[in-house]
Structures are given as C-alpha cells and as structure tokens.
C-alpha cells in the first residue's frame, strides 16, 4: 500500500508537467530553462566563493558553515509544512478511510512533508551542496552517493520536526493544535537566533575590510566548531571534509551514520504517529463546523475604516477572518519576528556593539518585511481554495479581490515592520524626522513587494490544494523571489548612485551644493516611486487578467 501512494503521487507529478506542456509548451519551456540558468548562477557563485576558502586553507570550515545555516534554513521553516502535511491536510481524513494502515499512511505523509519543506530549499540549497561536492573533489563513487546526501540533508530537518511535532501532540493533546504550532514556531526560531549568534565573532563586525570579516567569521566558526555540539549538519560535513582528504572510506562511514540516524528518527515517527495522527486529524477537521458558527456576527460586528468601496471592505473583511483562523499562515508571519531580537542579544554580549545596534536592527526590519510581505502576500490568493470561484460568481470583478488583498496584505506587513521600527527608534533615540521618513519607506516598499506577490500568485493560481502549507504554485514562489529580489535590487542602486552622487558635489559654493543636492534627491525620489508604481500595477494588471479568463477546472 505504502508504494501504491508513492506510485498515485509520482503519477500526480507526472499529469502537472505534462499538463503544462500541452497546454503551454513554449511558455513552459521558457520556466524550465529559466530555472535551470538560476540553479547554474547559484552553482557558480557558490563554487567561486568556495574555491576562495580552498585556497586561503579555509574549505572545511566554509563547508561546514555553508551546511550549517543551509540547515538552520531548512529547519527554520519546517513547522508549517510538517504540520500543514501531516495534520492539516484535508487529504488525512479521505486516508485514514481507505484500506491503508495508519503506519502506512504516515510512513507517505512524512514522505510528503520532507518534500513540501524542501521545496523552497531547492532552489538555494541543491546548487550548494553540488558546489561543496564539487570543491572537495568527489570522485565517480562518492558522486554516485550524492543522492544520498541530498535526501539525508533534507529528510533531517522534516523528521526532526515531525519528532517534536508529534511528542506534543502526546502531551497537550490533538485538540490544541494551534498551540502547539505557535510553541514549535517559537522553539524553532529561537534555535535559529541563538546559533546565528553562537557562529558570529563580534570582533569581525569592528574590521573594516570585508575580506578580513569574512576570514574571520569562518575561523571563528572553525574554532567554535572544536569539540563542540554535534549537529546532523556537522555529521555531513564531515563526510565532505574526508571526500576532500581523499577519504572515500571515511566519506562512505559518516554517509552511514547518518542514513541510520535518518531512518531511526523515520521508524520513530510512524510508531509516535500511529495514534497522535488520526485523534489531531479528527480534532482539526471536526471543529470546523464549530469554528465556522458565529462568524456572521463577527463579521457584521466588524468594520474597516480604510476610505475603500463596500464591496472592496468587504473582501478585505472575509480575508482577515480567515487568517486568524489560519494558523499555518499567522505561524508563518509571526516566525520572522523573532529574528528582531538578534542584534539586542548581540549588544547584550558585547556591549562594545552598542553603536551598532540601530544598523542591525534596521537590516532585521528589512529581512522580516521581505519575509512577510512574501509570506502574506503570495498566500492571499491560495489561501481561498477552491471557495475562490464563489468570488468570481460574486458582484465584483476579479481586479478588485486583488486590490483588496494587496491591501490587508500592505497594511499587516507594514505595520508590523513600523511597530518594530518605533521600538528601535526608543531604544536607539532615532530623530523623529528620520524615523518618520522610514516609516514612509517601509510602506512604500511594503506596498510594491506585495503587488509583486499578489500580482504574480494570481498569475500563476493554485486554487486546489491539500496541504495548507503548499497554496502557492512552484513557479509562482521562484517567478516573486525573483522579482522580489530584483525591486530590492534595483531600488537599493539607485538609491545608492543618488547618494554617492550627492557626496560628489560637496565641493562648490553652499548655494549651488545645497540646489545640486536637491535636485538629486527628487530625481532619485521621483524614480523609485516610479519603479514602486510599476511594480504594484503591472503585477496586478497581469494578474487581474488571468483570474478574469480562468475557467473551473476540477
């Protein structure tokens, strides 16, 4: 049975890809290689950073720092889609009626899970671990077991995970689901911060050269490293530190100490799962019905005071009461927050690192806005299943949903990033001025990386999901990274040739200097609200535009 839904999910693979390829071959093809010309750049690059550290002496410390925050990237996330795939799949309920045994059925839904995690790894973190592969000189039969690393270095995060997943469950109970993902999204992200700090040299953050910085952090990790905690991610790196010593014996012995901590932490699941799996399932999906009572009443109760139409406030309404009944989402948004708490546990330890505290802080703002707007964004399409089409079949045009969507998905992330910013602004004593001006930022880049998300996510619809983890299509998650990281990009360098030019014309009278520098600032501001006004129109005009000519499919 177990490889009959091995077989029924591989076939499922298979009718998506051929699916698209009928009905758009081109446009496919242009995605393909489109991913295949990103997987080769990260390739590169990784392998040219890589070879630095090899000939500087440092390849075994950069290996195992490169592994260790690829890990931390993998398990940093897992919460949701382990939980979403195990638990929360709509899908649990349709198995556990079959002849399936639960055994069996959790044995696929870890399976699953690995799977879901690692999707958004894939990208970043196969392209890595080829490069590791590559610098340390695998010979045929060391590659021939590179699978092996692959599967063993994403199956760790997901199984471990799943672990803890399920030990709660036995201690709180199925019933408190919700909890007991906020708690494992707190543990998770804690773990996260801590060994982000454990692996950083505050003496590295007072050298001015970058070089030396980054010299310096992989030595501080090397030696941090000695005779410190084993991680699953130090276990495979020593494989590749003794395919690097041309070690295939020691390469093959770490591989298996692993592989057997895999498949021990696999067997322990599916016993943990036999009976934590069908109680959470029928807990999750039996209080639907109770959950759903009473939400009229708080929606004719509620009220948005924003100056929108009816019927756009009363999308944004119906959004946000999903979304505090989703605790997939709300776990996913509030994770990155507690990357804010890095650089006042860095000035803790390091009072020297007091100056430093506002710069860090704004760089945590930036990373957690570029999480959640992505985060928030992309989901508010996926989030309505297939009760999307109840929408088309509602007095309002698709275009509308959508502004509606970019909106409470602008407001949460935004707001959220201001709050943290009036924080650092008290505990930093920032000028009024300067933290009213980055407040205007934080909105105006909130609002273009949300209609990138939004615009792209309907662009690329997936209406039809069973794990709430997964309500975003793969091409629409590398299409928004891409264009997500491109805004980012771009604004930051003409940000920044505005401001080298405006230290250019320092010489000269003040009068001219003083007119020079403004024109250059409403230049540079004229420009970045154009490329801001772009990126939230044309992403939702194209979106707009697909869901009108989208037809029922299932």
Known sequence: MFILLMRVRLQSAANTVRSSLQHKPLFSACLCAAAILISLGLFGAFHFILSIARDIGLLDAAVRQMLQYLFLFLIGGAVPFVAGTLIQSRDCILLLTSPASVRTITAAKLIDATIANSLQFSALGFPALAACAAV???????????????????????????????????????????????????????????????????????????????????????????????????????????????????????????????????????????????????????????????????????????????????????????????????????????????????????????????????????????????????????????????????????????????????????????????????????????????????????ASLCGIGTGISAAFPKFVYDNPALRVSAWALILGFMASSGYVLTVGVVAGVALWGSTMMAAGEASAQHSSVTMVLAITSCLILGISAAAIIIPLSIGARKLNNSAWEH
Request: neutral net charge; glycine residues 8%; charged residues 10%.
């Open 136 to 446: 340390c000189k695998f010979n045929i039969a060391e590659w021939l077991a590179f699978p092996l690393v692959l599967a063993v270095f994403t199956f760790l995060p997901a199984l471990i995970t799943a672990l803890a997943l399920l030990a709660l469950l036995r201690v709180f109970g199925p019933a408190r689901i919700g909890l007991i993902v906020n708690i494992l999204n707190l543990c998770t992200g804690a773990i996260v911060c801590l060994s982000v700090l454990s692996r950083l040299s505050p003496a590295a953050t007072h050298v001015s050269d970058i070089g030396s910085i980054a010299a310096d952090q992989i030595r501080s990790f090397a030696g941090g490293s000695k005779g410190g905690a084993i991680t699953p991610s130090t276990l495979i790196a020593n494989a590749f530190q003794a395919a690097s010593h041309n070690s295939t014996s020691g390469y093959y012995g770490w591989l298996a100490v692993v592989t057997i901590i895999t498949l021990f932490l696999f067997a322990v699941c599916v016993a943990l799962g036999e009976k934590a799996i069908p109680a959470a399932a029928a807990a999750e999906f039996g209080g639907q019905q109770e959950q759903q009572h009473g939400t009229d009443l708080e929606m004719a109760g509620s009220r948005i005071w924003l100056p929108v139409s009816p019927a756009c406030g009363a999308v944004i309404r119906k959004d946000l009461q999903m979304l505090k009944r989703d605790s997939v989402l709300i776990s996913q948004t509030a994770m990155p927050i507690i990357l804010f708490a890095v650089p006042f546990l860095l000035v803790t330890s390091d009072r020297s690192m007091h100056d430093l505290l506002a710069p860090l802080c704004f760089s945590m703002i930036t990373i957690i806005l570029f999480m959640q707007t992505s985060i928030l964004s992309m989901s508010s399409i996926g989030m309505e299943g297939q009760g999307f089409w109840a929408c088309k079949a509602a007095p309002v045009s698709a275009g509308l949903v959508l502004i509606a969507k970019w909106i409470w998905s602008t407001l949460i992330s935004a707001g959220i990033s201001a709050v943290l910013t009036l924080f650092t602004a008290a505990a930093t004593g920032l000028p009024i001025g300067a933290t009213a001006a980055v407040m205007a930022g934080i909105l105006l880049v909130a």
